[in-house]
């Protein structure tokens, strides 16, 4: 038995396959790639596979982790290449190792958010004070302080002169998700109501905020 | 990422639908193509990525190398206002190019209903939408499918109708094609040229004259064009083209699995069924084949099921050894084995739980009428002992679920057939309480009644079709005589039947009509939540056409049918000796007791079918 800990990049027009989506396209690109994978059992096998961080539908994922085991000792050599070839178009499997560190080590994901607004001085202030935002989750509505949510943030103008956001997010139980940024800056004018951001995210990180994987 | 499509997709609802790049999906370089096909089917994508036909239609035009098919399929309405609003013109799923950089259109045509989303698509394609007012040789818009055998209401829409199965004449097309564009041929010449090829129906070489009383009274072919249109067939269908490997889906689909083609046509004759007819000659693939066929489907796309399809899977001459050879392969795999359409009186538990270890799907049986009398009216030669029994037997092994399905409507039909309905469930719940295995879990029943559409090329196409109020009654009928505990009855709407039998049986003048229901906002008519039925009527009249005289009305038996320069392999007068049997309740037997001479031998070239 070998527990696999992929790390895998969700790119491009892969960023609108839906967690549960990705979980059927995943286990099917492990059948495709040959693997000794391992299956359920009882009435209705499938492939054991559990993706770590879910990620919003949209959102591209340069940092992505799931967890599948293998019957066998020893993962084949070639195991990326393989997935690479088995794998949908921008969905690529960067590297594994054996599944040490437990989920709940997670403590914090860092995300990108591309605007296709102007750079402004504006945003950064705003984050430097408090921020109430209304929270929404399976359990119900709850008011919070936006700032508990955020490790870091910081604004830059990128290449062409649009806002690029930089922020490191609470994550694991109680996540959040970049949307709520955007909201803020919406709320503020520096985001334009029409501008559909791309939100891309870089790293997973533990609780002390070292990579996790 | 193109800005614009992604604009849009971030407002919509399963935005994978739109976004291409599945695993299987090709891209070539366009640099090295000469032609860029797109494949369009006029339905959302979880439609018509079920769709098999299309499936080798794609494999087989990407084989040629210097061809790039891409596929293209009707936006849902959210997606559809995003794309209106963005300026995204209708795209290709793999390349996202727009419409004007592609070729030929190629619609598949499954159903009446879909008329309006083709409209539709051209619309948001920018292709002018009547065959007329395209005069260059490119944009060509073609279209095949099942609707092709009366295609009539909508031909003025397409350059050209590819009649029968496309796996050698659509590539034949599509090098006529190239050819045409390196010589810079006129449209009209190169039209000409199309009408040669097996299967091709050029609706403008041929014009329809009507009597006063709004009758075809001829339909002539120009100087040089065959009066009749043979329909195209693959004549060695075991050695047919067909895809190694499917593209997989990334996100959910109606039918999502490996599936392989056992045999064309039926052998049955069930006299309301057009594809059973248009489908003639039978033509069986082997199970050396069809093995091949199916594990490289399941190794190259990492599906965990395979459905091994037909019309008639239980009549499939060498379906124990082909289940033999997969068994093992699939239980190896954890992969389930589906045999959908299986016949009651053909019924074989062993086989069933065989195939069904992985995972038990339900029960299907379809006796489609009450009586034996009015089964024998339409030829479906069942007879209740048979369902009886495969019930028996069913029940006794465990399971507790049948869907069983039904048409009213039906030709001869009184009350008594629709109280026959009533009683043939009855017995089955019987049956169970007498043979059921875990009777305390209860027996669950669905009964289907959907309402008949009589279609061309069918011994009932001289046959009109129940009135509307008539329909309503019966379904009234049904519910009130229908009382029984456990039993979820469901029945179809008979608004969208009416229109399906309009246009079934329609003619030319009907392109008007659909115009002017799409230019009206008719859409995705084959949704319930989007039919929107006034508004076609209000079309009809607006165009000066009465719906009923296409509905309703039963045609002379020497009238001249819309349809009648199509040839689907089976003659008209063969239909017409099956309706009068018909009409005196005469069943025929299946083919397999001899056969009928039905005329799909001239299409075989006198080779035998497979029965």
Same mark, same amino acid.
């Given at each position: 038995m070998y527990k696999v800990r992929l790390k895998f990049a969700k790119n491009d027009y892969s960023a609108y396959i839906s967690h549960l989506d990705l979980m059927q396209t995943i286990q099917r690109s492990i059948i495709r790639a040959g693997l000794p994978v391992k299956y359920s059992q009882g009435f209705n096998p499938h492939i054991y596979l559990s993706i770590l961080v879910p990620l919003s539908t949209g959102y591209q994922s340069e940092y992505d982790l799931c967890d599948f085991e293998l019957t066998t000792d020893a993962p084949p050599a070639d195991m990326i290449e393989k997935l690479n070839a088995a794998l949908p178009h921008g969905l690529i499997a960067l590297e594994y190792r054996e599944t040490k560190t437990p989920v709940r080590d997670i403590g914090f994901c860092a995300y990108e958010i591309q605007y296709n607004s102007e750079f402004s001085e504006k945003a950064a202030p705003i984050f430097a004070r408090e921020v109430k935002i209304l929270k929404h989750s399976k359990r119900g509505d709850r008011e919070v302080i936006l700032n508990d949510y955020i490790n870091e943030i910081s604004f830059v103008a990128d290449k062409d002169g649009k806002l690029l956001c930089k922020c490191i997010l609470k994550a694991g139980d109680d996540p959040l998700n970049p949307a709520y940024i955007t909201d803020v800056l919406r709320f503020h004018n520096i985001v334009l109501q029409s501008d559909r951001p791309m939100y891309i995210r870089k790293l997973v990180l533990d609780k002390n905020r070292e990579v996790f994987f | 990422m193109d800005y614009k499509i992604k604009q849009c997709l971030d407002n919509v609802r399963k935005p994978a639908r739109y976004t291409g790049g599945e695993f299987g999906s090709i891209i070539k370089? !366009? *640099? !090295? %193509? =000469?032609c860029r096909f797109a494949l369009c089917f006029p339905e959302l994508y979880e439609i018509a990525m079920s769709h098999l036909g299309s499936k080798i239609l794609y494999s087989r035009l990407n084989a040629m190398e210097n061809v790039w098919c891409e596929r293209m399929h009707a936006p849902a309405l959210d997606m559809e206002e995003q794309m209106r609003e963005n300026a995204v013109m209708l795209y290709g799923l793999e390349s996202k190019d727009y419409a004007p950089e592609f070729d030929i259109f190629g619609f598949s045509l499954q159903y009446e209903l879909n008329y309006t989303t083709v409209l539709n698509m051209l619309d948001l394609a920018g292709i002018p939408k009547f065959a007329r007012e395209r005069t260059a040789l490119t944009p060509l818009v073609v279209a095949g499918g099942p609707c092709v055998y009366n295609v009539e209401p909508v031909v003025d829409f397409f350059d050209i109708i590819m009649v029968g199965e496309g796996e050698e004449n659509l590539p034949e097309l599509t090098e006529l094609y190239i050819k045409a564009k390196r010589e810079n041929m006129d449209k009209h010449s190169f039209l000409m040229e199309a009408a040669k090829i097996e299967g091709i129906y050029v609706p403008q070489f041929y014009h329809v004259d009507y009597s006063e009383q709004g009758t075809i009274q001829a339909i002539t072919a120009d100087? +040089? %064009? #065959?009066p009749i249109v043979k329909k195209a067939i693959v004549r060695d269908f075991d050695k047919a083209y067909y895809p190694e490997t499917f593209v997989v889906p990334s996100t959910d689909i109606v039918f999502d699995r490996a599936m392989i083609e056992l045999f064309r046509g039926c052998r049955r004759g069930c006299r309301f069924c057009q594809a059973g007819y248009t489908y003639r000659p039978i033509r069986a693939k082997s199970a050396e084949t069809l093995t091949a066929q199916a594990k490289s489907l399941v190794e190259t796309t990492g599906y965990d099921e395979i459905s091994l399809s037909s019309l008639s899977s239980s009549d499939y001459p060498q379906l124990v050894p082909l289940c033999d050879n997969l068994l093992g392969y699939c239980d190896e795999r954890h992969t389930n084995l589906a045999l959908p359409s299986l016949r009651a009186d053909s019924f074989n538990l062993e086989l069933m739980e065989n195939i069904q270890k992985v995972r038990k799907s339900g029960l299907t049986f379809a006796? =489609? #009428? +009450?009586t034996q009398r009015l089964r024998d009216v339409i030829n479906k030669n069942l007879f209740e002992s048979d369902l009886q029994d495969a019930c028996k037997i069913a029940f006794q092994a465990g399971y507790n679920s049948v869907k069983l399905y039904f048409m009213m409507g039906l030709p001869t039909e009184t009350d008594e057939d629709l109280l026959g309905i009533g009683e043939v469930v009855k017995n089955v719940i019987y049956n169970f309480k007498m /043979? +059921? !295995? /875990? !009777? *305390?879990r209860g027996l669950k029943i669905n009964v289907g009644v959907s309402t008949f559409v009589p279609k061309a090329q069918t011994p009932f196409q001289w046959v009109g079709q129940t009135t509307r109020e008539e329909i309503r009654r019966k379904q009234d009928f049904l519910r009130d005589n229908f009382k029984i505990k456990n039993v979820q009855l469901s029945l179809h709407k008979s608004d969208s039947s009416y229109l399906e039998a309009i246009f079934a049986r329609g003619d030319r003048r009907l392109s008007a009509v659909i115009y002017e229901a799409w230019k009206n906002g008719c859409n995705l008519d084959a949704w319930d939540e989007h039919f929107q039925f006034e508004t076609w009527m209000k079309a009809f009249e607006t165009c000066g056409i009465d719906p009923d005289f296409y509905a309703y009305r039963e045609p002379a038996a020497d009238e001249i049918l819309a349809w009648d320069h199509i040839f689907s392999g089976v003659r008209k007068d063969y239909l017409r000796q099956e309706y009068e049997q018909a009409i005196a309740g005469v069943a025929t037997p299946d083919c397999a007791h001899g056969c009928r001479n039905c005329g799909a031998l001239e299409l075989s070239g006198g080779v035998k079918c497979d029965v």
């Open positions: - | 370089d !366009k *640099s !090295k %193509i =000469e100087a +040089g %064009i #065959a006796p =489609e #009428a +009450g /043979n +059921g !295995k /875990n !009777k *305390s």
